[in-house]
């Protein structure tokens, strides 16, 4: 059973101040991330699907905020690679519970037909939670997060030999702009490339898109970083859209993941009955429900594009 302490936490909003440097913001967007994430470990743990996805998006924001800086100051690598395998292990699980929970329950029209086929899915859900678990009980994944924790806290990069001491010492609110900037022309570069229709084989075009999506998400927690130094209207909006576009990319995404936990279940469906007529029929559905998806991307892709955060 869940305790209080097992209850998803959701995001704080990062509150900087405009007198704050780069320095003192890079610090408490990451102390804010870990927060997230330490937040959700006892729900994870405990196989609440609810904490689990709110633990990766307190990582996704923290390696988000790590790719932002990463010009100017860089994680040591072992601890990099720690959150690179920790993220890993989370999305794997996280994949499956979509699937069970999301995609097939969403195939609504199909329901009678692909009962079995979801049960299996939950089973799949169940046994890489038990898994995720375990791998939470261990030391390694607590003194991860508390050598993180440390960087941040201590502000362990000045003992880099390299360390850069004046540009991390700029006023936030002018040091915000351009790697606002950046990652807004990285999404530019990638919603380009995606709508000049140099991804023209299907397989091509959802890694293409998954692209796209990951800049959508570096530029919106980017915004939402620098948001309360960075107010109004535009920015708002900015964010707005950015979130909007997530989500549509984020279902296609799901999508494009079920093919893959599909043909899992195919060749492995544990112990329930999957026929492959299931499978297939599923296939088809995802198939059907992507391509509508696709065709309703265009537009806001081209509104998005036109939007500036902050100029630079």
Request: aromatic fraction near 4%; charge should be positive.
């Amino acid at each position: 059973m869940l305790t209080k302490t097992d209850l998803p936490v959701r995001a704080e909003p990062v509150r900087l101040r405009r007198d704050m440097t780069l320095e003192d913001a890079y610090r408490r967007i990451g102390l804010n991330c870990l927060r997230q994430i330490r937040a959700n470990a006892a729900g994870a743990q405990h196989k609440s699907v609810e904490s689990l996805h709110q633990m990766r998006v307190g990582l996704r924001r923290l390696r988000a905020a790590l790719d932002l800086f990463g010009n100017l100051v860089a994680l040591p690598e072992p601890m990099r690679a720690g959150l690179d395998a920790l993220a890993q292990q989370l999305g794997a699980t996280r994949d499956w519970d979509v699937l069970a929970t999301s995609t097939l329950a969403g195939f609504d029209a199909a329901a009678e037909q692909i009962a079995s086929l979801q049960v299996a899915a939950q089973e799949r859900s169940q046994r890489s939670h038990a898994a995720l678990s375990a791998a939470l009980e261990t030391p390694v994944h607590m003194q991860l997060l508390t050598e993180v924790e440390d960087w941040f806290e201590q502000r362990r990069w000045r003992e880099q030999p390299d360390f850069d001491a004046g540009a991390l010492q700029q006023k936030a609110t002018r040091a915000a702009v351009p790697l606002l900037a950046h990652a807004q022309r990285r999404l530019r570069k990638r919603v380009k490339g995606l709508e000049d229709g140099k991804a023209p084989v299907e397989g091509e075009a959802a890694h293409a898109r998954h692209r796209v999506r990951i800049a959508a998400k570096k530029a919106r927690y980017a915004a939402e970083f620098f948001h309360s130094i960075l107010p109004g209207r535009k920015m708002k909006r900015y964010i707005g859209s950015l979130s909007g576009l997530q989500d549509r990319l984020g279902e296609l995404n799901d999508l494009a993941v079920a093919e893959g936990l599909l043909a899992q279940l195919a060749e492995h469906p544990g112990r329930n009955a999957v026929s492959r007529e299931q499978i297939m029929f599923a296939r088809g559905f995802a198939a059907a429900r992507s391509a509508a998806c696709v065709k309703a991307l265009h537009k806001p892709l081209k509104a998005l594009v036109k939007l500036r955060p902050v100029r630079g």
